[in-house]
């Protein structure tokens, strides 16, 4: 069948690509690569991958591309769930012979209520979803593909068996020629990532337990499963040979530098190919691998600190001390290795106290540039269990991760400490954090390097304090 993957029209600003673990409005503008899109798009012959959000299409212009294919594939998430049903609905008004199915953690995890939810969904798919993708293309009867729940003619509801986890990586073809045939480049936008940017997977899975961490408790599971060195290098010759516009190459693996050896031999290969990369981290990488890394290339590494109270680390499960990320954060600056922080408000033992505790922190390790997130209960992961048991959601249990303009809730509150207190305390992080005198001359030096960088800041600068006054209000 002609197949179009689809990422459905969203709120303005929606940060696309990361709606694999986040799907909200950030602070500065932002979309990443629809990869999961990209993926099963690369196995199945013609098919085309269609970003609404990131190329600003209305809903009457999706419409109107989707008229030409067969089978619509949308990813979806928790908080865009119900406008993508919707926009299913008007998927099947405006053409009834199209067969629309699903993707994503929200559907993986709550398959029988995502179908009964609109008869305009035919199908999702459960776990690794690439191959059950190309099976639905092929026409391959539904009662034989694993993996798959459906709607029968009579409007029941099947579920087939459980697609077993992917193991040989290297059998997934490269994302990155569907980037170049499908998606505008120029479109792809992260306020620390050097542009234009390309983000690849070189593994699926994680070792981490994080117990808020969506996509390894849904989907990619907890081992990692990589690709092999040889095939990793391969795309990213394929990247530097036929999109010479990239400046950086971003490897989204949940945790990169999870096998050392493997990263130094990576990093290795990318340092002989001549490109400038980076990588979501743990802070717990040593001085040495953390050197070889720089040596070939490495521009920055995206840190997830969390908190800087040890009691929480603990209680989410994040593997890491606090002392360990100091170290860690120290040999960066040594090594003159960029990092963007990331901290979470709201996880389980947060207190007025500890949200102090975790500002200081932030301006103690200094990273470049910070993002600071609310604890989002997802379904399907073990916060979400933790919120419900404990009556740390709403009575109702309805979960609202997002307001409507796509802007973060804090969908979490306890006895000592309310939604709101969490909700207003990332304004104060971030007001705490970059108004400082030190911080604000970083920025300054950094802008005065290059009038392209002086009109990035000035932009994000407005975007940021936009930002600031919505959140407030």
């Known amino acids: 069948m002609k197949t179009l993957f689809l990422q459905a029209p969203s709120f303005d600003g929606f940060d696309g690509g990361a709606g694999s673990r986040y799907q909200a409005k950030r602070e500065i503008r932002s979309f990443w690569y629809p990869t999961w899109l990209a993926q099963p798009a690369a196995l199945v012959p013609d098919s085309r991958v269609l970003d609404a959000p990131a190329d600003g299409l209305s809903v009457e212009g999706t419409l109107k591309i989707a008229e030409a294919y067969e089978l619509v594939i949308i990813h979806t998430s928790?908080?865009?769930?119900?406008?993508?049903?919707?926009?299913?609905?008007?998927?099947?008004?405006?053409?009834?012979?199209?067969?629309?199915?699903?993707?994503?953690?929200?559907?993986?995890?709550?398959?029988?209520?995502?179908?009964?939810?609109?008869?305009?969904?035919?199908?999702?798919?459960?776990?690794?979803?690439?191959?059950?993708?190309?099976?639905?293309?092929?026409?391959?009867?539904?009662?034989?593909?694993?993996?798959?729940?459906?709607?029968?003619?009579?409007?029941?509801?099947?579920?087939?068996?459980?697609?077993?986890?992917?193991?040989?990586?290297?059998?997934?073809p490269f994302v990155a020629p569907v980037y170049k045939r499908d998606l505008k480049i120029d479109n792809y936008f992260i306020?620390?990532?050097?542009?234009?940017?390309?983000?690849?997977?070189?593994?699926?899975?994680?070792?981490?337990?994080?117990?808020?961490?969506?996509?390894?408790?849904?989907?990619?599971?907890?081992?990692?499963?990589?690709?092999?060195?040889?095939?990793?290098?391969?795309?990213?010759?394929?990247?530097?040979?036929?999109?010479?516009?990239?400046?950086?190459?971003?490897?989204?693996?949940?945790?990169?530098?999870?096998?050392?050896?493997?990263?130094?031999?990576?990093?290795?290969?990318?340092?002989?190919?001549?490109?400038?990369?980076?990588?979501?981290?743990?802070?717990?990488?040593?001085?040495?691998?953390?050197?070889?890394?720089?040596?070939?290339?490495?521009?920055?590494?995206?840190?997830?600190?969390?908190?800087?109270?040890?009691?929480?680390?603990?209680?989410?499960?994040?593997?890491?001390?606090?002392?360990?990320?100091?170290?860690?954060?120290?040999?960066?600056?040594?090594?003159g290795i960029k990092v963007h922080g990331t901290f979470i408000l709201g996880l389980p033992g947060e207190t007025r106290e500890t949200i102090e505790n975790t500002i200081r922190y932030a301006k103690e390790i200094n990273p470049?540039?910070?993002?600071?997130?609310?604890?989002?209960?997802?379904?399907?992961?073990?916060l979400y269990k933790q919120a419900v048991d404990n009556g740390w959601l709403e009575e109702n249990k309805v979960i609202n991760l997002v307001s409507a303009e796509g802007v973060q809730l804090a969908a979490i509150g306890y006895p000592h400490l309310s939604r709101e207190e969490i909700y207003h305390g990332l304004e104060r992080f971030y007001k705490q954090f970059y108004f400082r005198p030190s911080k604000i001359w970083e920025i300054v030096r950094e802008m005065l390097m290059s009038w392209e960088m002086m009109k990035r800041r000035l932009r994000e600068g407005v975007e940021f304090f936009r930002f600031l006054r919505t959140h407030e209000a």
């Open 191 to 335: 306020g620390y990532l050097s542009h234009p940017y390309v983000s690849i997977y070189t593994g699926r899975g994680c070792r981490s337990r994080c117990t808020f961490c969506l996509w390894p408790q849904t989907v990619g599971g907890h081992r990692y499963r990589t690709r092999s060195v040889e095939n990793v290098l391969e795309e990213v010759k394929w990247i530097r040979d036929n999109m010479p516009e990239v400046k950086e190459i971003m490897f989204d693996d949940d945790t990169f530098t999870d096998f050392k050896p493997r990263v130094e031999e990576i990093a290795r290969g990318l340092g002989k190919l001549g490109v400038t990369w980076s990588c979501n981290a743990k802070a717990n990488v040593p001085y040495a691998t953390l050197k070889i890394m720089k040596e070939n290339g490495l521009r920055l590494l995206l840190v997830g600190y969390e908190s800087g109270d040890d009691q929480i680390l603990l209680n989410i499960k994040k593997g890491l001390r606090t002392d360990m990320a100091r170290r860690f954060s120290v040999d960066c600056r040594k090594l």
């Open 78 to 172: 928790t908080p865009s769930f119900p406008s993508d049903a919707l926009f299913a609905e008007k998927l099947k008004e405006h053409k009834p012979s199209l067969l629309i199915g699903m993707v994503g953690a929200k559907v993986a995890v709550d398959p029988h209520n995502s179908l009964a939810a609109s008869d305009a969904i035919d199908f999702v798919c459960r776990e690794e979803f690439d191959f059950t993708c190309l099976e639905v293309s092929e026409g391959k009867p539904f009662a034989q593909i694993l993996g798959l729940s459906y709607r029968l003619p009579d409007g029941s509801i099947e579920h087939n068996e459980a697609r077993p986890i992917l193991e040989d990586m290297d059998s997934l």
């Open 368 to 382: 470049h540039t910070i993002q600071v997130s609310l604890a989002a209960p997802y379904p399907g992961t073990t």
